[in-house]
Each structure stands twice: as structure tokens, then as C-alpha cells.
């Protein structure tokens, strides 16, 4: 059994920047892929970055050169850097594992003035 919990959403201006944390209950070693999503408000769930245990990565397009997704299995926490963020950033950003089955946390909201 994992628990997820994501951190660091808030408010910020167009052009800043956001680190979201997702600390797991657990042991986050054995788990071979993490990712963020994100749901803005009327929209469908969308995959956001995606990290594997060994470390690779994969970005949806429209984040790609602004987000950086990390992982530190040492401290059972992943991570979500958004750099140079927009309005459309706006959502709420989600937690993901894939283990024995998929695991979600409850989710932070990120919110972009402009």
C-alpha cells in the first residue's frame, strides 16, 4: 500500500515559479514508474511528466524546457519543478504510481495570474 501527498501548489504570477513535492508512505524504490497529471477546471485529467525508476523521463508537449520532473527515492519524494509559468499552467496538479495497482494522491492546486 502507498499513500501519495503533493505539496508546494499556490499562487503565482505569469513568468514565476513552483516546486511540487509528492512524499510516498512508503518505500518508492520498488516503484517503477511515477508521474504528475494535472486537471484544469472543465478539462479532462492529462498526463504532465512522466519518471521512471532508473530515471527517465518523458514531458507533455506543452510543458516541455519549462517543467523538470526528479525523483529522490532516498527520501520516498518526487518532485515537479515549473519554471517560466502560465495561465494555462492553472490546474490541479496530481500524483501518480504504478505498482500492484495505481496509486493517486489528493491532489494541489496551482493557480497562475497573469
Known amino acids: 500500500q502507498v499513500q501519495l501527498v503533493e505539496s508546494g501548489g499556490g499562487l503565482v504570477q505569469a513568468g514565476g515559479s513552483l516546486r511540487l513535492s509528492c512524499a510516498a508512505s512508503?518505500?518508492?524504490?520498488?516503484?517503477?514508474?511515477m508521474a504528475w497529471y494535472r486537471q484544469a477546471p472543465g478539462k479532462q485529467r492529462e498526463l504532465v511528466a512522466t519518471?521512471?525508476?532508473?530515471?527517465?523521463?518523458n514531458y507533455a508537449d506543452s510543458v516541455k524546457g519549462r517543467f523538470t520532473i526528479s525523483r529522490d527515492n532516498a527520501k520516498n519524494t518526487m518532485y515537479l519543478q515549473m519554471n517560466n509559468l502560465k495561465s494555462e499552467d492553472t490546474a490541479v496538479y496530481y500524483c501518480?504510481?504504478?505498482?500492484?495497482?495505481?496509486?493517486w494522491g489528493q491532489g494541489t492546486q496551482v493557480t497562475i495570474s497573469s
Open positions: 501518480y504510481a504504478a505498482l500492484n495497482q495505481n496509486y
Open positions: 512508503g518505500n518508492i524504490f520498488s516503484i517503477n514508474i
Open positions: 519518471i521512471t525508476n532508473g530515471g527517465s523521463t
